[in-house]
């Protein structure tokens, strides 16, 4: 990652979402859902960092984190020197016009009660947002620019398709002209060609606002096509963090490894494909050392003793693995590239 | 290596302009107005409503006066419906009689509503203290026997109009909190009420702008039921003599004439038949807006 002048607009740092399970009977031991378990990264000024993971590796709490939805144990959340997590009621309110979300699913992210037009305007009343005389005229542009028409303002969103919702919920996150739009996978519940135009549609919008996105995703390939930096999460942590080309070339954690390989169509540095066994351990009871460990195949002794750190090693790049050198050697470079899953 | 073609053409914005904006209310009615048995309800209780409120003007009849000699059968000595074990006509007092029962039935499924839809949706949306707190207050007032804290509460004070409609709506609010506190849980975790609090919605706001419109189908449903179940409350209480004593209705003809049933059907008969016919079409109007509300039984 080359050195950038600019203080990023977002910076996360040590992030933790914890949450308590509810106790059978009044003496037994608190257990805790582990979301989020120190979760540090900046995203620099118009630019994209893309987080991805498979279900449960606490992407979405992070995002929802991000946005204040859902409260942060500990950490700080600073958009712009601000640390969000401080902030609540009215001052929390107000600052929510810098910060907005694209939600994932485009059927439910929309009030089935409210027409498309009032949902877009809607921001712009509460946070008092430009005159309310040119609010209407502010809609109608929006509308425009999403590549819906004006006609179109007094629908209610139960007629419209799953990609024309989603250009809804696209203008309404665009409203209050934020810095920084969190999207919480906003494609992968459309389809593939309409996934296309809304990415692109993304895309544009950033070129020509301006914006930074927080991109939530499990799909590597909408991930590589958008994102400028990638952070690949597991059971909670950043286990990989680094920019997308390097990251699609050669991975370095394990994890990653496995992830890449399963893309279809994916080269990802190497061309076996690798199956992991098993499910990732349980949130609540965490193992001791590296949390990959259980499904890694190149875990040793020490891995299974003691939780690697996220650090850097060449090239600017971060990773949370033990067997990787400092130098950016990983075990799975030495594997032949046509070799079977050694699993 | 982009594996995503920039796709230009963009198919998605040609879909055709759908029919101007109907509204789920709209769409709602339609379904009803399908529905043969709902619409029947609806007529039943429409000719009740009528009749309550122009009948008296129509048959100008005191039913606290004697007309004719007790217990006279239907058609008469000059009494369409008969008498009553006073002599008192019974058709004054079908007609007069509907207007306790209607506003009683009103009034306390109104005041149901508005304390089971306020507990429920604090309990359901703030979660935690607040819901702990007002759930085990709900089940306080569901552990007593609801006829009999209706009776306590109409002693305690004189039997009114009001008194009874109030005694009723404190013992039966306890479903409606329940069903609506499962709504807002259910609702409150959609995308939609997120994005809203993103977009600077308050939490009054939340509560009776976003989650509340789209729990109303179940609650409509509830609330029509309830005014059945408070007119049958109603009677009951009038039946065992706790009703208004100044105001004639159907549930203290039936618990009047009640000893006189093997002598003269009718007198407590005929009120009853217009308790069941009004409780009935009330409770099909209820069955006709759960299925016009809910998409998963429209299909059938």
């Known amino acids: 990652m080359s050195p950038?002048?600019?203080?990023?607009?977002?910076?996360?740092?040590?992030?933790?979402?914890?949450?308590?399970?509810?106790?059978?009977?009044?003496?037994?031991?608190?257990?805790?859902?582990?979301?989020?378990?120190?979760?540090?990264?900046?995203?620099?000024?118009?630019?994209?960092?893309?987080?991805?993971?498979?279900?449960?590796s606490g992407k979405t709490t992070t995002a929802l984190a991000v946005m204040q939805l859902i409260t942060a144990t500990s950490g700080s959340i600073e958009l712009d020197g601000t640390d969000l997590t401080t902030l609540s009621g009215e001052s929390l309110r107000r600052a929510r016009r810098r910060f907005q979300m694209i939600f994932q699913d485009p059927y439910s992210s929309l009030n089935p009660r409210t027409r498309v037009g009032d949902i877009v305007r809607e921001p712009l009343d509460l946070m008092e947002v430009g005159a309310p005389a040119e609010r209407a005229d502010r809609v109608t542009e929006l509308f425009r620019r999403v590549g819906l028409r004006p006609e179109q303002l007094a629908l209610f969103p139960h007629q419209f398709s799953g990609g024309q919702r989603q250009r809804v919920g696209i203008a309404r996150a665009l409203a209050s002209r934020p810095d920084l739009i969190v999207c919480d996978e906003p494609v992968s519940a459309l389809d593939v060609a309409i996934q296309a135009q809304t990415l692109n549609l993304l895309v544009e919008l950033q070129r020509d606002f301006g914006l930074s996105y927080l991109f939530i995703s499990h799909d590597l390939r909408v991930v590589q096509y958008l994102c400028d930096q990638i952070a690949v999460m597991y059971l909670g942590r950043i286990v990989e963090l680094t920019d997308r080309n390097s990251l699609f070339a050669q991975p370095l954690h394990p994890y990653t490894w496995a992830l890449l390989s399963a893309v279809p169509g994916a080269s990802g540095g190497s061309r076996q494909r690798v199956r992991l066994q098993g499910d990732p351990p349980s949130p609540i009871m965490l193992p001791r050392g590296c949390r990959f460990a259980g499904r890694c195949p190149f875990a040793e002794e020490r891995c299974r003793r003691e939780e690697p750190q996220l650090r850097q090693v060449a090239g600017g790049r971060s990773v949370a693995c033990h067997l990787v050198t400092d130098s950016g050697e990983a075990p799975h470079h030495a594997l032949p590239a046509d070799a079977d899953s050694p699993v | 290596m982009s594996l995503i073609a920039p796709d230009l053409n963009d198919a998605d914005k040609a879909v055709d302009m759908p029919a101007p904006a109907a509204s789920p209310a709209r769409d709602a009615w339609r379904m009803f107005r399908r529905n043969g048995s709902a619409v029947a309800g609806l007529v039943i209780l429409a000719a009740f409503l009528l009749m309550t409120l122009i009948g008296p003007k129509l048959y100008p009849v005191d039913p606290f006066d004697i007309v004719s000699a007790p217990l006279s059968p239907p058609g008469e000595e000059g009494a369409l419906l008969g008498t009553d074990y006073l002599g008192r006509d019974i058709t004054a007092g079908i007609v007069n009689g509907g207007k306790v029962s209607l506003a009683v039935g009103l009034i306390a499924a109104a005041l149901t509503m508005t304390i089971g839809v306020t507990v429920g949706a604090l309990a359901g949306f703030y979660g935690g203290m607040v819901d702990r707190v007002l759930m085990r207050l709900t089940e306080v007032f569901q552990v007593m026997p609801p006829l009999l804290l209706a009776m306590a509460i109409v002693t305690i004070f004189s039997p009114t109009l009001w008194s009874v409609a109030v005694s009723i709506g404190i013992v039966s609010w306890t479903s409606s909190a329940r069903l609506t506190r499962a709504e807002f849980l259910r609702i409150k975790g959609l995308e939609y009420v997120k994005a809203a609090r993103s977009i600077g919605a308050r939490n009054r706001r939340l509560i009776w702008r976003v989650v509340l419109p789209n729990a109303l189908p179940p609650l409509i449903v509830s609330a029509t039921l309830t005014t059945g179940v408070a007119i049958l409350f109603e009677s009951g209480l009038s039946f065992l003599g706790l009703g208004d004593p100044n105001l004639m209705s159907w549930g203290r003809m039936m618990g009047g004439n009640r000893p006189y049933m093997l002598d003269a059907w009718w007198a407590a008969t005929i009120p009853g038949v217009a308790i069941f016919l009004t409780v009935l079409s009330i409770s099909l109007i209820g069955d006709g807006l759960n299925e016009a509300f809910n998409p998963r039984l429209r299909e059938r």
Not at chain 1, 7 to 35: I, M
């Open chain 1, 4 to 56: 950038i002048a600019d203080p990023p607009l977002l910076h996360v740092s040590d992030l933790k979402v914890h949450f308590p399970l509810p106790r059978p009977h009044p003496f037994a031991p608190q257990r805790t859902v582990h979301a989020v378990d120190g979760v540090s990264f900046s995203l620099p000024r118009r630019t994209t960092f893309g987080i991805v993971g498979e279900s449960g």
